[in-house]
């Protein structure tokens, strides 16, 4: 076709071009900028016309061709993307008195006196889940969800579909490589009409708007992502080449000058009390806002200072997210059920008239247990005020007793376990009320979901109806079981067909090389989060010597305290658990645990080091990472109980205090043998 028709293939070549600029364009208008320069009708036609082009001419389609947003082929799972520069977390601010706090904090870090104003960046802590997008030569390369802030999953076929995602950055030089930064969301109507689809196709309704973008992102399928009104909000960078630029306001403007959506609400504030009137404005305009937010972010807004603060535990200190207490309303109590967790404790829940809480419908709301339903004397039919704080369950605040009628109900755990029927006990120092049986399949249901969940052994496809399914079968008893199913076996359950069978036995052989941590994490050891589970899994390297440890080496990892470590001793000494994750370990082989370089370490354990003044080639939060990866902590002060001091240049009173108290002082240099060597 080119060499038969040379110019037309000339003058279409341009007009593609021309297309696909003037798409791009449009969609900034109106995916980003609110404000659409023509109608509906008139960028379909231009659609059109692309999409016909591009198919008669495919040697033709640019890179950038916004008909990229549509299509492409569904995955079968996700490959993982590490991030150039980790993707890190925030700090929380509760209160008014809190944020004043970190305000002097941030005053000591910096070695300011307490007069000086700071300068802040605030901006809106949009509730959705966040992205990194890799930007090469100015052309989306890759989308990647945070993950475990190290590596996240690769989503870029999806994010592609997202409109306000520039699929190429407005600029003439754009830098080479740079990473961006924002949250995914949906915003609260579309997330309604959403939950309607769900329900009236029978699919469970998501339980907020940040859950059905997660769930939107997270699609195998590129297509149903694309028919979900995602939306991106950026808010930073990761890594960037070539760019200099000196403050956190510029970072938004060049965001925006980019093509990127960036919040509406945003402002320099100078001193704390500015940055509070920023929080109660945007309080006040919070229910009205299109979207969920959860809080403010306030940031200092100098680069240079943020790195001077330092980090810890992977947050940056300079930074703070500034929460909104959680959302009330008030509903009446319809009955209360009791569930039984994988520790077979006995959880009573309260069934609620459906009512709606910043966006979300409230059904259920846990009573805790027992002490909690008699201290706040809950009763069945009572008028109840219920409160939603981020993702955690629903939970009630108090009763109205003025409108109680007399005919409220009196409510007790029962004394035999509702699934098993075997005797409940309750040791003295706890407050929950557990099934001890060894038996009970609620808690081995509770288990195998756990060890199956998306931050455990992650077995795709293995939901809680299947887990029912194969538990009351018979053919799950023990965590093993699940390695040995057959195909004929899951063919058989409800809802089964060839192929979801051969993709479940798929996800399941994948399950069988999972990170250390996550086995760890799934065990479902009480008190062991996945956070516990991570330090637990680079301290020790393998499950076996994490089974020989005894409890003082538990101790030595900084965020394991005594509650922890108690538990972890408990797990591993009952011979039944031991068992079951000994015939587990026949199919499971966990990978080794790898820190930067390449080994796991606890040459640094115990050891507690203060951090002050500039580096010659570590940045603080690299030399944080350091320290952390073996297994020492950082602290803000020097003390008796400082081991050592890393300094660099411009190092202030923090390293006078240091030869004051006879503390060992370490150059970079010095550190980095000790660490490497
Ligand atoms: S700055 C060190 N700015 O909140 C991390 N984060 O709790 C820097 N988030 O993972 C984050 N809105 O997903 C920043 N305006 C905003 C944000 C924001 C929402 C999320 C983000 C982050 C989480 C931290």
Redesign the pocket.
Known sequence: MSQREPAGHQEVSERIRELTALIHHHDFRYYVLDDPEISDAAYDALFRELQSLEKQYPDLRLSDSPTLRVGGKALSQFKKIKHRVP????ANALTGPEFLEFDQRVHRFLDRPETDTLEYYT????????LNLTYENGKLAHAAT?GDGEAGEDVTQNVRTIRSVPLKLRTKNPPQLIEI?G?VILPIEDFEKLNRQQLDSGQKAFANPRNAAAGSLRQLDPAITASRPLTL?C??LGYASELALKTMAEYQDQLSEWGFRV?AYRRICQGADEVLKFYREIQEKRSHLPFEIDGI?V?LNRLRDIDLAGYIAR??RG?I?FKYPPRQETTTIEDIVVQVGRTGALTPVAQVTPVRIGGATVRRATLHNQDEIDRKDIRIGDRVIIQRAGDVIPEVVKVITDVRTGKEKKFNLPKFCPVCGSAVERKPDEAAVRCVSRNCVAQLKERIRHLASLDALNIEGLGDRIVEQLVDAGLVKNYADLFTLKYDQILELEGFAEKSTQKLLEAIERAKTPDLYRLIYGLGIRHVGEKTAKSLAKCFGSIEKLIEAQESDYELIHEIGVEISKSLVQYFSDSQNLKELRSLLRFVEPKKPKNLHGETSLKLAGKTIVLTGTLPTLSRGEATRIIEENGGKTSSSVSKKTTFVLAGEEAGSKLEKAKALGVEVLSEEEFLKLTRG
Do not use: I, T
Request: glycine residues 12%; charged residues 30%.
């Open positions: 993707m890190l977390s925030l901006e809106l802590k949009f509730d959705g889940l966040s945070r930064r949250e909000y808010y930073g919040g972010v940031k947050s940056p930074m997210a």
